[in-house]
Structure formats: C-alpha cells, structure tokens
C-alpha cells in the first residue's frame, strides 16, 4: 500500500475563516485522501462535526496550526507562554477528535515573528514548554511535528540539522519533525542529504515546488526526494501544501502576488496525479 496523499485545504480558501467544509469534497474529487486542516482557532472550531463531515466526504484528516506573538512557548512572559500552552493543548485535543496522527506546522515559536532580545534564552524556554506539550501530544497520541521554515518566516528552525539537535534536547518521544520542501529549497545544501538527516524523526512532509507552485511544478528532484523518503522508512502523509491562488487574506499572507494556475480544481487533480505516481512508493 502507498502513501496517503493530503492537500492543505487552505488552497481553496481566500481567508483562513472561510468555513473549511466545502474544501472537502473539492479535495476527495480531487483524487486526494487526506485533508489537512488549520487549526488556528480551535477553541472555535466543532471538531465533532467537522469529523462527521470528513467521514462523509471520505476524507482522512491531518492538522496544523501555528503560534503567534500572543502565543509564544519561546517567550520570557509566563501568561504569554500559558495561552501558547492552552493554545497547543486545544489543538492536539482536536487533532485527535478528527483522528489526525499529527499536528504539524509552526508548533514551538510564532510565524513571521523575529524576537530582539536574548534568542539563546528564548530557545531554553522553547525546550522546557515542548517537553510539557509532548507529554500532552502523548496523552491524545498525536506526534507534535516541528516545522523547519526558512529565514524570512522563522528563526529558531531553518534546517533539518537546527531541528533534530532541539528534538534532542526536548528527548521527547512525542515529538517530530515537520519537513517542507519548499522551505528546504532555501536554507539546504542538499534536500536528499537532509531528508536522510532527519531519519526517523521525520513524523510529516509537505510537497511543494519550489515556487510555491504544485510539485513537479519546479526545478525539485522529486525522484531523489521520493529515493531519500524511502532511505529513511517515511510512511506517513504526503500532503501538497501549495499557494497559488492571490486572492484574499491568505494570497496576500503568502505572498502570492500573481495567478500561479489557470484553475484550481484542474492544477488540484494533476497535484493528487504527481504524488501518487511520482512521489508515493509502497510502505
């Protein structure tokens, strides 16, 4: 049996409010079977009905979410760490009402967040609040995945090698890393040499072009990143995390300043054709 192939439903939203059903069976018509849903307000969010309408779409479920200023673990203000704390906790509750094995994406600092004072500080802080949030992740039996991003959207994890060295110091089982190709492609030397890197730490992967289009869409060695995913016994999802789409809160938020497909629900069946016959091997 294959990978499960996934698309981040935010593909078909323009504002990350928009209402995540009708992204369903777009994505399940689509030829994927796997929708990953942003969790970035769950404590809103009616995981038991969303459940119901995955079920119905015939849809599996991964999750992701991301910290902000508000919410950072990595912060020296307690009551700014608790609502990070309070944040991932509701997370991984809903991840596992929607029966997602992961909740991935921005899960230990804040995205596009770039903190003046003492960084070295904020990474011991980061240690301390992930070895809490693991033993919360193991409770609901969830991986917590670590999403290496580049520079300009992160600092504390732009490479595999800064991710593996904080998942060993965290030494928690619970705890993942989150790779992303089109991340990979700015700050690796080598995107094969760091899959294998990551070895059995590798708990989600995101495929992507590096331009944020579809994969195959790029200049990426898919085949070598297929080759590198087997090398180190990845089974779990592969879900297509593209933008393409300018339009709305989400394009502008991506930086997606131009059209980047003619169509979306096309570009989504010819994303699902790729990974499934290019990238997806027997596991």
């Not at 995945?145 to 959207?153: D, I, K, M, T, W």
């Amino acid at each position: 049996m294959k990978h499960k192939i996934g698309i981040h439903l935010s593909y078909w939203q323009e504002a990350w409010s928009d209402p995540l059903p009708p992204t369903f069976q777009k994505a399940k018509q689509a030829g994927f079977e796997v929708g990953e849903l942003p969790l970035l307000n769950p404590r809103e969010m009616d995981f038991h009905a969303l459940c119901a309408d995955l079920d119905a779409a015939g849809l599996l479920a991964s999750c992701g979410t991301g910290l902000s200023p508000d919410t950072d673990i990595t912060s020296p203000n307690e009551d700014i760490r608790n609502q990070g704390m309070t944040h991932l906790k509701a997370c991984l509750e809903g991840a596992a009402i929607l029966g997602s094995p992961v909740l991935g994406g921005l899960t230990y600092a804040p995205w596009g967040f770039f903190p003046e004072d003492d960084r070295v500080k904020r990474r011991r802080q980061c240690i301390e609040s992930l070895k809490e949030a693991g033993d919360f992740a193991g409770k609901y039996d969830v991986q917590l995945c670590l999403e290496v991003v580049n520079r300009f959207e992160g600092y504390l994890l732009n490479t595999v090698e800064q991710g593996v060295a904080l998942l060993e110091d965290v030494g928690h089982p619970a705890l993942r890393l989150h790779l992303d190709t089109f991340h990979m492609n700015i700050e690796e030397d080598d995107i094969p040499r760091a899959i294998k890197f990551a070895r059995n730490k590798l708990g989600h992967f995101h495929c992507v072009a590096n331009n944020r289009k579809a994969p195959g869409r790029g200049h990426l060695r898919w085949d070598q990143i297929r080759d590198a995913l087997m090398a180190v016994g990845y089974k779990g999802y592969l879900v297509a995390e593209t933008f393409i789409n300018p339009a709305g809160e989400i394009g502008q938020g991506m930086a997606i300043w131009r059209s980047l497909a003619s169509d979306l629900d096309e570009n989504a069946r010819e994303t699902a054709r790729f990974l499934r016959e290019e990238v997806a091997f027997d596991v």
